[in-house]
């Protein structure tokens, strides 16, 4: 069991919006920056946020996420069928000394 | 641009060692607050990181691995090497060599750390069986 929090998925309709939770605690989430992941199927896992929500250079705008709390969340506008994948959030938990992943929430865009 | 890739056998036996070295090419390994590491994924799991080294060779590990890794660099060489030992089908699964960005922003004696793997070798499929 992961200390943070993911739904296990999902889903949405194409080009309408979808929200991924990631629930931490004060030692993680509430005090550290939160990344965001995507993994696609059969390719490597790409960093899609950093920082809370700054984007890498080439990640689209429809990308975006926020924390608040102990609480983090990744918004995807525009669904596309190419955008379904896990995705992945993760941050430094102080208490445990180390980096963290959430358990991962796939996305299915129907 | 910086590219890594992953390089080892695809099978290994239980109780043996796994050994797998990253390649890196296109950039320094030694840039501050840059780290060189390895995460897994195990079929129908979520991904799970198993280390990472400073190019100074200063070393950290994921507790529940820590008994059994050992990931090393030799810059001069421009890679990094990933060992576990006494492997078992527990530990057949897609490993990524990345790159890691660590540290912490500070203000008013209140440190934030940030975690990053921003790059990623394409992962190799290691298979743990006899």
């Known amino acids: 069991q992961s200390v943070l929090t993911q739904p296990p998925s999902v889903s949405a309709t194409p080009g309408h919006k979808v929200n991924i939770s990631c629930s931490g605690g004060?030692?993680?989430?509430?005090?550290?920056?939160v990344s965001w992941y995507q993994h696609l199927p059969g390719t490597a896992p790409k960093l899609l946020i950093y920082?809370?929500?700054k984007r890498p250079s080439g990640i689209p705008a429809r990308f975006s996420a926020s924390k608040s709390g102990t609480s983090a969340a990744l918004g995807i506008t525009e669904l596309q069928t190419g955008d379904e994948a896990l995705y992945y959030c993760?941050?430094?938990?102080?208490?445990?000394?180390?980096?963290?992943f959430g358990g991962g929430t796939k996305l299915t865009v129907l | 641009h910086l590219e890594l890739q992953e390089s080892g056998p695809g099978l290994v036996k239980p109780s043996e060692t796994l050994s797998l070295t990253c390649s890196v090419s296109?950039?320094?390994?030694?840039?501050?607050?840059?780290?060189w590491g390895w995460v897994r994924q195990p079929p129908a799991k979520g991904l799970e990181w198993i280390g990472y080294v400073f190019y100074s060779g200063t070393t950290y590990y994921n507790p529940s691995l820590a008994s059994r890794v050992t990931v090393s660099v030799d810059t001069s060489k421009a890679h990094f090497s990933l060992e576990l030992t006494s492997v078992t089908a527990a530990d057949t699964a897609l490993y990524y060599c990345?790159?890691?960005?660590?540290?912490?922003?500070?203000?008013?004696?209140?440190?934030?750390?940030?975690?990053?793997?921003?790059?990623w070798g394409r992962g190799t499929l290691v298979t743990v069986s006899s």
């Open positions: 296109g950039g320094s390994m030694t840039t501050s607050s840059t780290y």
């Open positions: 990345v790159r890691l960005r660590k540290g912490a922003y500070c203000s008013e004696g209140r440190c934030s750390n940030y975690w990053n793997f921003d790059l």
């Open positions: 004060s030692s993680n989430i509430g005090i550290n920056y």
């Open positions: 993760a941050t430094w938990d102080n208490g445990l000394g180390g980096g963290v």
């Open positions: 920082d809370n929500e």
